[in-house]
């Protein structure tokens, strides 16, 4: 249900845009959130949006270079990465849930779908 894309191979300082395409919408209320994986290391969370009024959170690694959108109307979250550091590496996961509490945002567990990854990788 859910298709993410635009990985790549990317120079330190550089930006890659990332995209999340949700097939159908469950909720008004459905969040998108991005995770990222890198190797040996725990899933960790990147940013998330509510499609309903497009509010926005971000965890604190990415904050002022990350920046997470979306468009209502398609059913779809991107996410614009600037300013991209070698420790950004990893596979990035979209996935959504119709019904998220404020509190549980940037729990992994709590969200229902999850698209196929997409590696990033920064070279240095």
């Known amino acids: 249900q859910l298709q993410a894309s635009g990985g790549g191979l990317v120079q330190a300082g550089g930006s890659l845009r990332l995209s999340c395409a949700a097939s159908?919408?469950?909720?008004?209320?459905?969040?998108i959130g991005w995770f990222r994986q890198a190797p040996g290391k725990e899933r960790e969370f990147v940013a998330a949006?509510?499609?309903?009024?497009?509010?926005?959170y971000y965890g604190d690694s990415v904050k002022g270079r990350f920046t997470i959108s979306g468009d209502n109307a398609k059913n779809t979250a991107y996410l614009q990465m600037n300013n991209l550091r070698p420790e950004d590496t990893a596979v990035y996961y979209c996935?959504?849930?119709?019904?998220?509490?404020?509190?549980?945002?940037?729990?992994?567990?709590?969200?229902?779908?999850w698209g196929q990854g997409t590696q990033v990788t920064v070279s240095s």
């Open positions: 996935a959504a849930d119709p019904s998220i509490i404020l509190s549980a945002i940037r729990d992994s567990r709590s969200y229902s779908y």
């Open positions: 159908r919408r469950t909720s008004i209320r459905q969040t």
């Open positions: 949006i509510r499609l309903s009024g497009y509010n926005t």
